[in-house]
C-alpha cells in the first residue's frame, strides 16, 4: 500500500501562484496515475488533474486548464500542482490520490484510485 501526504495548502490572493505537493511512501508509485482532486463545502469530490504511471499524458479538468501543471518526480516520489492565476471558486480541500497503472482512459475518476492522502486546504481570497 502506498501512503500520501499533502503539504503547501494555504491562503491565496486570486491570481497569485500556490504549488502543492504530495510524499508518498510504502510501496513504489512509479507504476502509478497520479491525480489531484478537490471537495468544496457541500459539492462532491472532483477531478482537478492527473498524469499517466509513464509521464506522458496529462489531464486537466476545463476549469483549470493553462493555469495549473501537474508534475511528477519518481525518484523522489513526489507529485506536485503548480497553481497559477487561482480564482476565488478554486476554495476547496484538494487530495492527492493513485491508482496502479492508470492512465488517460481512466485517470479522470474517482474510483479508479486506490490510495488517498488526507487533503490540504486552498483559500482564494479575492
Known amino acids: 500500500q502506498v501512503q500520501l501526504v499533502e503539504s503547501g495548502g494555504g491562503l491565496v490572493q486570486a491570481g497569485g501562484s500556490l504549488r502543492l505537493s504530495c510524499a508518498a511512501s510504502?510501496?513504489?508509485?512509479?507504476?502509478?496515475?497520479l491525480g489531484w482532486f478537490r471537495q468544496a463545502p457541500g459539492k462532491e469530490r472532483e477531478f482537478v488533474a492527473a498524469?499517466?504511471?509513464?509521464?506522458?499524458?496529462?489531464g486537466y479538468a476545463d476549469s483549470v486548464k493553462g493555469r495549473f501543471t501537474i508534475s511528477r518526480d519518481n525518484a523522489k516520489k513526489t507529485v506536485s500542482l503548480q497553481m497559477n492565476s487561482p480564482k476565488p471558486e478554486d476554495t476547496a480541500i484538494y487530495y492527492c490520490?493513485?491508482?496502479?497503472?492508470?492512465?488517460?482512459?481512466?485517470?479522470?475518476?474517482?474510483?479508479?484510485?486506490?490510495?488517498w492522502g488526507q487533503g490540504t486546504q486552498v483559500t482564494v481570497s479575492s
Open positions: 498524469i499517466s504511471w509513464t509521464g506522458g499524458d496529462t
Open positions: 490520490a493513485a491508482a496502479p497503472y492508470g492512465d488517460s482512459g481512466n485517470f479522470y475518476y474517482v474510483g479508479t484510485y486506490e490510495a
Open positions: 510504502g510501496r513504489t508509485f512509479s507504476r502509478d496515475a
